[in-house]
């Protein structure tokens, strides 16, 4: 199975390139058949991966131990859920997995436009295929994960040998949310390649801005979408097993990760302004090429250990040929620039600097220079070390003083953004759809500030999260009232009726209340508690209103590790809630071991137990008990924005069935030849 | 005089009463200052993590660095002392933030320098399109390609491609 792997992997690289250069074959003579076959050769080549994927899979789960990335990555008793896991736990194999989820993308492509925009898609298969050649360069001389064991024997022959067992998967990677995040983490880095060789293609072909827009609005949201889900079951992951109490620590991985999640973020809003006015093209278009060079960026800061970082498991040399590889999609990207920019020029203007396009200006603005700030902050160890001579290391502590106003200032633009209307906002307008969420904002504050919340940047943060929660009640409660005097259905099912109406209006606002919902939970941080205590049985620990007493100590035999396991009754006010059991865990191969965190998570806090290991002397458990409030709120509002990305998603619902139902025929049909239902409903503000 | 000697009792009495309390008190603040000094500082295990979040089960080098932090404090070290002390022992790689001086400012400004100029630049382009003329339907063109060559390419663009 190894030699079919390496084989198929081998036919999928020849594949990529026959689709590469009969692409740009095809494009040059426009030969119905040349761009029919470079077309079939880029589906053969996804076929491949998928085959060479699978077949990894099966040398997983067949325990075939002859091949050395097997060996070093699993081992018998690992369950099966791990041993696929295992596909992605390591340098070679999470580059093939990278490759067969592009491979997922770009066969969707293929498949969705095979008999659509003709002129276009020649170019989109090109520069898809430059990608994966790439990638598949990677996967069959530089990082294989299909090289097998052998040793030379006496008379120099090469023998393959295999081992009885391997090494086994690393502990922190033997968790659930690790089986599940980085498929979606890489599902979002992947994704953005389908808009980059959209927005290129487009520019190649020299098709005017507006276009390659509205064809990969979807793609960029799906990639979007996972790329937030990614990140957000990166950070539960590390909450959850780490054990050290947070969620983000800004280690380089994570900001990788963020890094194009901001500026695609800025993309999916700029994006309206070429759609709705013709504006920001050339913009957009480098957004687009920059989320994908962040993507190529990210991927060498975590793989080829140029900066350090806690996630060591995929670290190597191979950060040359990724360097090499975003020179040249750099200077792709300029060179098709500068040919055909003037395909790019911007039609409209801005009538006044209160209006929706000022505020999309100034969140790219935010968005962008925290992007620039933590790049900056990633790679200034680096930088001290070639101008200084030390390496001068940046922790969380920079990060967070730099990027908590930036998150204030952004959550500030995303309540006042979507009450501005295109081109211009009357004074009127202003107080109309100010004046209630302004004076939330300062109930809110006052409220927080009552109750002995005295961090600064936490009440402004919880201020703005009223002020944005309200303006979004207020756009659901106008558009829902409209919706309830034409067609007499309920609230709820006015809400409904709207969204479906405007979904991508509306599934913007439900993405934005997920994200208030996150800044609840990240504004709780500044109130976190902790306290670390070596335990007898029997002892108890207080933190806030809760009470631990360590009952016992158990052990527990798993096939692939041992447990040592504390027994905690918890008590709240004296009342008992719950039993908590953190533990210790000491896998059987390579001598790991790895914490297991109990958690008694409420909305209003979570009550976080960590077995630390035992005291100096051997004999006593040290426990570290945390108190964070508000923590519920983030992973809660991830599930919001993921809901609200796929109600944007969604189609439309065409206006005319709600029209159906209205009850006053005449006036309703009147509306409707006058102008669009949409508009009458977005006042403006679509 | 014999009233005098009650009260003097009854003062050393809540003095040494109070006594445990006020070092309790004192000792809790110490450990609050080794982790406010502490949190500014990584940990030199190798994890990446900040000195008080290093996770490594059983760290020895926190522990350490956290001790040696609390013994200074107890000489009556300053933080600049103990930061010094720690420079010298760990190299700045021990930083947890970068120092707000020499090189390192360029970290702590670059973002703020960022933002101005940004919003300069923002400004700037929100002035300039405002002041823009309202050109007519399709000449916004450059130069170079003329509004019908523009046109035409719009007009293909919307025939060859499907949503």
């Known amino acids: 199975m190894d030699v079919f792997g390496s084989f198929a992997l081998l036919l999928a690289l020849i594949c990529a390139g026959y689709a590469f250069v009969g692409g740009i074959a095809a494009i040059l003579t426009r030969h119905p058949l040349l761009i029919k076959s470079a077309r079939q050769a880029g589906i053969a080549t996804c076929g491949l991966i998928f085959l060479a994927t699978f077949s990894l899979v099966y040398l997983f789960l067949t325990d075939n131990f002859s091949v050395a990335y097997v060996v070093e990555h699993s081992n018998r008793d690992l369950s099966d859920f791990f041993k696929v896991a295992a596909l992605w736990s390591g340098q070679e194999g999470s580059l093939l997995f990278w490759s067969f989820l592009l491979s997922i993308y770009v066969l969707s492509v293929l498949i969705a436009y095979r008999n659509k925009n003709g002129e276009l898609m020649p170019y989109v298969g090109v520069v898809m295929a430059g990608v994966q050649i790439f990638f598949l360069t990677l996967n069959n001389f530089v990082v294989s994960p299909f090289k097998v064991l052998g040793v030379t024997g006496a008379s120099g022959v090469l023998n393959l040998v295999a081992r009885a067992d391997g090494n086994g998967l690393n502990p922190l990677l033997q968790y659930p949310e690790m089986v599940i995040h980085p498929p979606n983490l890489y599902s979002g880095y992947t994704g953005f390649t389908i808009p980059f060789a959209f927005a290129l293609a487009a520019l190649l072909a020299r098709y005017p801005g507006e276009k390659w827009i509205h064809l990969t609005r979807r793609w960029t949201m799906i990639a979007w979408c996972f790329q937030t889900l990614g990140i957000l079951l990166g950070a539960h992951w590390a909450y959850a097993v780490l054990g050290w109490g947070g969620y983000w620590a800004w280690d380089p991985v994570e900001n990788a990760s963020l890094l194009p999640w901001l500026s695609g973020t800025a993309f999916l809003h700029s994006v309206m302004m070429q759609e709705k006015r013709g504006m920001m093209k050339v913009w957009n278009v480098w957004l687009v090429f920059t989320t994908f060079f962040l993507c190529i960026l990210g991927t060498f800061l975590t793989r080829s250990g140029v900066v350090s970082s806690v996630h060591a498991f995929a670290q190597s040399s191979i950060g040359n040929w990724f360097v090499g590889f975003l020179m040249i999609a750099i200077a792709v990207c300029v060179i098709a620039y500068v040919k055909n920019r003037d395909y790019l020029k911007s039609e409209n203007q801005l009538d006044s600097i209160v209006s929706r396009e000022s505020s999309f200006l100034f969140n790219n603005l935010v968005l962008l220079v925290a992007c620039i700030a933590v790049l900056s902050g990633t790679l200034f160890p680096v930088f001290s070390e070639w101008f200084t001579g030390s390496k001068i290391s940046v922790g969380t502590p920079f990060f967070n003083k730099v990027n908590i106003p930036l998150g204030l200032l952004l959550l500030f633009l995303t309540g006042v953004g979507p009450l501005l209307a295109w081109r211009k906002t009357s004074p009127e307008s202003l107080r109309r759809n100010f004046g209630w969420p302004s004076v939330l904002a300062v109930i809110g504050a006052a409220a927080m500030y009552a109750l002995g919340y005295r961090d600064a940047y936490s009440v402004v943060c919880f201020a703005l999260c009223a002020f944005v929660a309200a303006t979004i009640v207020l756009e659901f409660y106008r558009g829902a009232r409209v919706v309830r005097v034409r067609s007499g259905a309920s609230w709820v099912a006015s809400c409904v009726d709207l969204t479906m109406r405007n979904t991508r209006r509306y599934g913007g606002y439900i993405v934005h209340f997920g994200m208030v919902l996150i800044f609840i939970g990240l504004a709780g941080a500044a109130f976190n508690k902790d306290v670390q205590k070596e335990m007898p049985i029997g002892s108890t620990i207080h933190i806030g209103p809760y009470d631990l007493l360590l009952q016992s100590v158990d052990q527990k035999q798993e096939p692939n590790y041992t447990a040592e396991r504390m027994i905690f009754e918890v008590l709240k006010n004296n009342k008992p809630v719950m039993m908590l059991y953190p533990e210790k865990r000491d896998f059987h191969t390579g001598q790991q071991n790895g914490t297991m965190v109990a958690i008694y998570s409420t909305l209003r806090e979570d009550l976080y137990v960590v077995y630390a290991g035992l005291s100096p002397d051997g004999n006593t458990p040290v426990i570290h008990v945390f108190l964070n409030p508000l923590v519920k709120f983030i992973w809660f509002g991830g599930v919001v924005v993921v809901m609200g990305t796929i109600v944007a998603l969604l189609r439309e619902r065409k206006a005319v069935l709600v029209l159906a139902g209205a009850k006053q025929e005449a006036p309703v049909k009147q509306l409707a030849g006058a102008m669009s239902p949409s508009v009458t409903l977005s006042e403006g503000h679509d | ?163």
């Open chain 2, 1 to 163: 005089m014999i009233k005098a000697r009650r009260i003097l009792g009854a003062l050393l009495f809540c003095a040494t009463a109070l006594a445990p309390v006020a070092s309790v008190r004192l000792l809790a603040q110490d450990s609050d200052r080794v982790r406010q000094i502490g949190g500014k500082f990584m940990c030199m295990c190798g994890c990446n993590q900040v000195l008080t979040q290093c996770n490594h089960v059983g760290c020895q080098t926190s522990s350490a660095m956290l001790k040696e932090i609390s013994q200074a404090l107890d000489r009556g070290q300053s933080e600049t002392a103990i930061t010094q002390m720690l420079v010298q022992e760990y190299g700045t790689a021990v930083y947890a933030e970068p120092p707000k001086s020499g090189f390192s400012l360029v970290a702590w400004t670059m973002p703020t320098i960022y933002l101005l100029l940004g919003t300069v630049l923002v400004i700037f382009i929100i002035y300039r399109w405002r002041k823009r003329a309202m050109p007519a339907p399709g000449t916004a063109a450059a130069p170079n390609v003329s509004p019908e060559l523009l046109a035409r390419a719009r007009a293909q663009a919307e025939r060859e491609t499907e949503d």
